[in-house]
C-alpha cells in the first residue's frame, strides 16, 4: 500500500509541469483580458528542472514560451507592455530552470559515484560468507538505515579454522569511510588471530591490541579514545559439537533459535568493555558456553535492529519478534530477510542506525566439509 502511494505521487508529480501549462492555457482563455495566466507557466519548467531530464526541461520551457505567445496573439494582447513582460520574464525562467537541472544533474552524479566509493569499500571489507561453512547453514546481511546513506560501522566476519568455525558481529563508532578503516582493521586482525590463537579470549586480546595501535599510529588524543570503541560478540563453533562459545565485549545478546519456535537469549555472564577501551580498565576475556542442538539458529546482531523504534518510541524486540515462528527458523537467508522487512515496517521505514545482521543454523544432521 505506501509503495502504490508512492509511485502515485512520483507519477503526478513528472505530470505536474504539463498539468501547470495547460491550466495557465485554460484560465487565460477564460477569464478577462486583464487577468493572465502566465504564473501557472512560468512554474512548469521550474518544477521539470528537478523531476525531468535536460532535454524535458528544454522542452517544457519552449512550450510555456510557446503556449504564452500564442495566447498573447489569439487574444490580441502581443502589443501590450505586459505582455512583452511576461515572455521576457518566461524566457529567463525557462533559462534558470535549465541551469538549475544542470546542477542538480551534477549533484547527483557526485552523489551517485560517493555511494559507489563507499559501496564497493562495503563489498570488499564485508564480503558475503559462503552459504555452508563447517557443516553449518551461515547467512549475513548489512542493513542501511537509509538508501544511498553513509556507510557505518557495523561489521561481521566468519572464518573457518583449525580450532571451529569462528565469527565476529560488532559495529564501530561513527560513519563514513573512517569507520571502514576501523572495521578492516578489526576483520583483518579477526581473520588472522582466529586461524592463529587456539582460545576465542586470546582472538579478543589480539583484536583489543590491533586497535589500540591504530589509535597510537593516528596519535588520537585521550578524548578520542573513547569515540573509537567497538563493541563485539565473539563466537566459536567446535566442529562436530553441540555448543557454541561467547565472548562478549559490551555488545547486544546473540539469541538461540530453537526447532520448537521458542527463544533465548545468551547474555555475557560477567560485563565487559567493548574493544579498545583497555586504557580504562583491563582484565582477562571468559568465554561463556551454551548449547548448540541440532535444528537451532543462532542469531547475532547489531543495535541498529534493537533499537529500532516505531512512532510511539517503542524498540523492536528481536525475542518476542521471533518466538513461536519455527517455520521460519530451517533457512538463515529467509530468517535475515524476514527480521530485516520486520525491523523497517516497525520504524516505518525510519530506521535510525544501519544494522548487521549473522544467522548460523545447525543442521539436524551436521554435514562436513567435502563429504
Known amino acids: 500500500m505506501e509503495e502504490g502511494r508512492i509511485s502515485w505521487t512520483r507519477r503526478l508529480g513528472r505530470a505536474l509541469p504539463a498539468l501547470l501549462i495547460a491550466a495557465g492555457a485554460v484560465y487565460d482563455l477564460a477569464t478577462p483580458l486583464h487577468f493572465t495566466g502566465s504564473p501557472f507557466l512560468t ?12 532535454r524535458g526541461t528544454v522542452c517544457t520551457g519552449l512550450v510555456a514560451v510557446g503556449v504564452l505567445l500564442v495566447l498573447r496573439v489569439l487574444r490580441n494582447g502581443l502589443g501590450r507592455a505586459e505582455a512583452v513582460t511576461e515572455l521576457v520574464t518566461m524566457v529567463v525562467v525557462s533559462v534558470l530552470a535549465v541551469l538549475i537541472n544542470l546542477l542538480v544533474r551534477r549533484s547527483d552524479e557526485r552523489l551517485a559515484s560517493a555511494r559507489q566509493i563507499a559501496e564497493a569499500a562495503q563489498r570488499a571489507v564485508l564480503p558475503p560468507p559462503s552459504e555452508r561453512i563447517g557443516g553449518f ?33 560488532g559495529d564501530v563508532r561513527g560513519k563514513g569511510m573512517g569507520a571502514v578503516g576501523a572495521v578492516a582493521v578489526v576483520i583483518g586482525t579477526f581473520r588472522e588471530a582466529a586461524e592463529q590463537e587456539s582460545t576465542l579470549e586470546a582472538v579478543a586480546q589480539r583484536l583489543e591490541r590491533a586497535l589500540a595501535r591504530t589509535r597510537t599510529r593516528r596519535g588520537a588524543a585521550e578524548a578520542d579514545v573513547q569515540e573509537g570503541f567497538t563493541t563485539a560478540v565473539l563466537a566459536e563453533l567446535p566442529h562436530g ?33 567493548p ?10 576475556d571468559r568465554a561463556d558456553e551454551a548449547g548448540f542442538p541440532p535444528g537451532a539458529t543462532l542469531l547475532l546482531y547489531t543495535d541498529g535492529l534493537s533499537e529500532a523504534r516505531d512512532a510511539h518510541g517503542r524498540f523492536y524486540d528481536p525475542e518476542a519478534g521471533l518466538g513461536g515462528r519455527a517455520h521460519a527458523l530451517c533457512d538463515p537467508d529467509s530468517l535475515l530477510g524476514v527480521l530485516a522487512d520486520e525491523v523497517r515496517r516497525h520504524s516505518a521505514g525510519g530506521m535510525a542506525d544501519d544494522m548487521a545482521l549473522v544467522a548460523v543454523r545447525r543442521p539436524m544432521i551436521v554435514v562436513t566439509e567435502g563429504e
Open 241 to 273: 559439537g553441540g555448543a557454541v562459545r561467547l565472548v562478549n565485549r559490551g555488545h547486544p545478546a546473540p539469541l538461540m533459535l530453537y526447532a520448537d519456535g521458542s527463544v533465548r537469549p545468551l547474555p555475557a555472564s560477567e560485563p565487559a568493555l
Open 137 to 169: 547453514r551461515i547467512a549475513a546481511r548489512y542493513e542501511a538505515a537509509q538508501e544511498g546513506a553513509s556507510i557505518g560501522g557495523d561489521l561481521y566476519a566468519v572464518q573457518d579454522s583449525p580450532h571451529g568455525v569462528r565469527l565476529i558481529v
Open 43 to 54: 512554474a512548469a519548467p521550474l518544477v521539470a528542472a528537478p523531476l525531468w531530464s535536460l
Open 275 to 284: 574493544l579498545g577501551m583497555g586504557d580504562i580498565g583491563a582484565w582477562p
